[in-house]
C-alpha cells in the first residue's frame, strides 16, 4: 500500500510546470502498476494542442471549466466540474481554459515524468530510462 498527500509532490521532479499547465503525477512508470496518476492544472485563459498518439488518457474535470475540442472533427464538449472524457483513439485535441481546470488524469502506458509535449502535442513513448522508444509523428 502506498499513501501520498498532493503537497508532498510540490518542489519535487513530480512537479511538472510547462507553460499553459502545472502536472503534479503521483504515481509513474517506476512505480511498475501499469498507468500513471496525476493532477493537473490548465491554466485560464490559455488554449493548449495535444495528440497523445502513444497513449491512452483518461481525464476526470472537478474544478473549473473549459472546452474541449476535437481537432480532426471540430467537434466541441463542455469541460465542467464532474465531466469525464477518454482519449483512446489517438485524438488530437485542445482544451481551452475559461477558468483554471483542475483536473486528474491517467495514462497507459504510463509515463516516466520526463516527456514534454513536441512540436505536435505528443508526448513521447519512453522507457524507464528516458529513452525514446516511438518514432517521433508529424
Given at each position: 500500500?502506498?499513501?501520498?498527500?498532493?503537497?508532498?509532490?510540490?518542489?519535487?521532479?513530480?512537479?511538472?510546470?510547462?507553460?499553459?499547465?502545472?502536472?503534479?503525477?503521483?504515481?509513474?512508470?517506476?512505480?511498475?502498476?501499469?498507468?500513471?496518476?496525476?493532477v493537473?492544472?490548465?491554466?485560464?485563459?490559455?488554449?493548449?494542442?495535444?495528440?497523445?498518439?502513444?497513449?491512452?488518457?483518461?481525464?476526470?474535470?472537478?474544478?473549473?471549466?473549459?472546452?474541449?475540442?476535437?481537432?480532426?472533427?471540430?467537434?466541441?464538449?463542455?469541460?465542467?466540474?464532474?465531466?469525464?472524457?477518454?482519449?483512446?483513439?489517438?485524438?488530437?485535441?485542445?482544451?481551452?481554459?475559461?477558468?483554471?481546470?483542475?483536473c486528474?488524469?491517467v495514462?497507459?502506458?504510463?509515463?516516466?515524468?520526463?516527456?514534454?509535449?513536441?512540436?505536435?502535442?505528443?508526448?513521447?513513448?519512453?522507457?524507464?530510462?528516458?529513452?525514446?522508444?516511438?518514432?517521433?509523428?508529424?
Amino acid at each position: 500500500m502506498k499513501v501520498m498527500h498532493l503537497d508532498e509532490l510540490n518542489g519535487t521532479e513530480n512537479d511538472v510546470e510547462h507553460g499553459n499547465w502545472r502536472s503534479r503525477r503521483f504515481f509513474l512508470a517506476d512505480e511498475g502498476v501499469g498507468f500513471s496518476f496525476h493532477v493537473t492544472v490548465l491554466k485560464a485563459g490559455t488554449t493548449t494542442d495535444m495528440w497523445y498518439a502513444n497513449h491512452v488518457e483518461c481525464v476526470y474535470v472537478y474544478q473549473g471549466s473549459g472546452t474541449l475540442v476535437n481537432r480532426d472533427t471540430g467537434e466541441e464538449h463542455e469541460l465542467r466540474p464532474g465531466t469525464m472524457y477518454l482519449l483512446n483513439d489517438a485524438d488530437k485535441h485542445s482544451v481551452i481554459a475559461d477558468e483554471d481546470i483542475h483536473c486528474t488524469c491517467v495514462f497507459n502506458p504510463p509515463v516516466t515524468g520526463r516527456e514534454v509535449h513536441d512540436e505536435h502535442g505528443v508526448y513521447p513513448l519512453l522507457d524507464a530510462e528516458g529513452n525514446r522508444l516511438d518514432t517521433p509523428k508529424g
